[in-house]
C-alpha cells in the first residue's frame, strides 16, 4: 500500500515528502515484520533465525528513527523551497 502511495504521490509537487512519509511507515512495517518473525522463530526453536532477525530488526529502528528525525528538516526543506520563486521544491 506505501508503495502505491509512493509512486501516486510522484506526480505531486510535495512528492519529496510524501516519499519520506512513505519510507517512514513501510520501515515501521519492516519492523512489525521482523518482530513477528523473532517470536515465530523462538518459539518453534530456532534461534539462528530469531538472531538473524534481531540484527535486521535494530538497522530497521534505526533507519525509521533516522527518517522521523528527518522528516522536520526535510519538510522546511520542501517548504521553502516551495516559496522561492524559480526553485524546483522536488528535488
Known amino acids: 500500500m506505501a508503495f502505491g502511495q ?3 504521490g510522484m506526480t505531486m509537487s510535495d512528492e519529496v ?7 517512514y511507515v513501510f520501515e515501521n512495517l519492516e519492523i512489525a515484520s521482523y518482530t513477528v518473525l523473532i ?16 540484527a535486521i530488526l535494530k538497522e530497521e529502528v534505526a533507519m525509521a528513527d ?12 520542501f517548504l521553502s523551497r516551495s516559496a522561492t520563486p524559480g526553485e524546483e521544491a522536488k528535488r
Open 66 to 77: 533516522w527518517l522521523r528525525e528527518h522528516l522536520p528538516e526535510i519538510t522546511r526543506a
Open 17 to 23: 515528502v510524501k516519499g519520506a512519509m512513505s519510507g
Open 39 to 54: 517470536e515465530a522463530a523462538t518459539a518453534s526453536g530456532d534461534e539462528l533465525t530469531a538472531e538473524a532477525c534481531r
Open 6 to 8: 509512493a509512486v501516486g
